[in-house]
């Protein structure tokens, strides 16, 4: 079974107290197939710069065994992300902003995606949107941030009806799209009409909605989070892993088994610093020149 993605490739800058920690590659969807790909073939058809950051990223897509072959370099920065108590796209030893305008191949994406190809999407961005007339995959649907659903309307949503197999939804985009068009749970799992749909809470457990069932599992935990990075991303690959397993059948029984081993493995992302950190060991910057953001030196 082959799970595949496409998107902008990031390294991720990991900083505590201002001191920098290490840095990985990241975006959510590439944490999604990090936690699949001990258990499936995986393949992202992605852009990056041709710096050393993009030499980071693509020897870290090598360590966790995704197929990067499908990777474009192009001559620019490569996209980065700097985590800290909140995570900004700009710099701050040095204040520079890194915000690319990244034009994915349309057709580039198209050509590359096999019919029993699963698919990972992280977003409803208009790009995505455009292709999914032309996709009959499974696909499986991580939203964790508002982003462009803030500009759709929700008859531009209705129109998604039926595009994808299982949703994992932010609580915070829940209550976004909850509040602004006066609706429940169970009418966004109508409007997009998901196999399951999962609302996605954090330390305190989730939400799954499916053949017209709600079942709540809320959690009292007083878990310390040392970084949420890729917790959600590892929930919701997880859970894909065991869904398959169980022949995508969906009972009680699967939803209360499936959840505590889902949330047992986001708490553990969630104790350490770096979404991919129960994989990879984060790359250590033991020399730069300028500034963190631009030509560095790591234990590769």
Avoid: W
């Amino acid at each position: 079974m082959n799970f595949i993605t496409f998107s902008d490739l990031y390294i991720y800058y990991y900083l505590h107290n201002e001191i920098l920690t290490g840095v990985s590659v990241g975006n959510s969807s590439t944490f999604i197939l990090a936690n699949l790909s001990s258990f499936y073939n995986t393949k992202i058809i992605g852009l990056t710069g041709s710096d050393i950051q993009s030499k980071i990223v693509l020897n870290d897509l090598k360590r966790l065994n995704i197929d990067a072959s499908l990777v474009k370099q192009e001559d620019r920065s490569t996209s980065c992300l700097f985590i800290s108590n909140k995570q900004s796209t700009t710099c701050p030893y040095c204040n520079r902003t890194y915000s690319n305008d990244i034009n994915l191949d349309e057709l580039y994406i198209l050509d590359n995606i096999r019919p029993l190809d699963n698919i990972i999407l992280d977003n409803l961005d208009d790009f995505t949107i455009s292709l999914l007339p032309s996709l009959s995959n499974d696909i499986y649907l991580d939203l964790g941030f508002i982003g462009n659903l803030r500009y759709k309307s929700l008859e531009e949503l209705k129109d998604l009806n039926g595009k994808f197999k299982v949703i994992n939804m932010d609580v915070k985009v829940y209550t976004y799209l909850r509040d602004k068009f006066k609706i429940d749970y169970m009418d966004i799992y109508n409007i997009f009409n998901p196999s399951i749909l999962i609302i996605y809470k954090g330390i305190h457990g989730a939400d799954f909605i499916y053949d017209d069932i709600f079942d709540d599992k809320t959690v009292i935990d007083k878990t310390l989070v040392v970084d949420s990075t890729g917790s959600r991303e590892t929930f919701f690959a997880t859970f894909i892993h065991l869904y398959i397993s169980n022949n995508y059948k969906l009972d009680d029984k699967f939803i209360s088994e499936s959840f505590i081993s889902s949330f047992a493995e986001s708490l553990y992302v969630s104790s350490l610093v770096g979404g991919l950190t129960h994989l990879i060991p984060l790359n250590k910057v033991i020399n730069y020149k300028e500034c963190i953001c631009k030509d560095i030196e790591v234990n590769i």
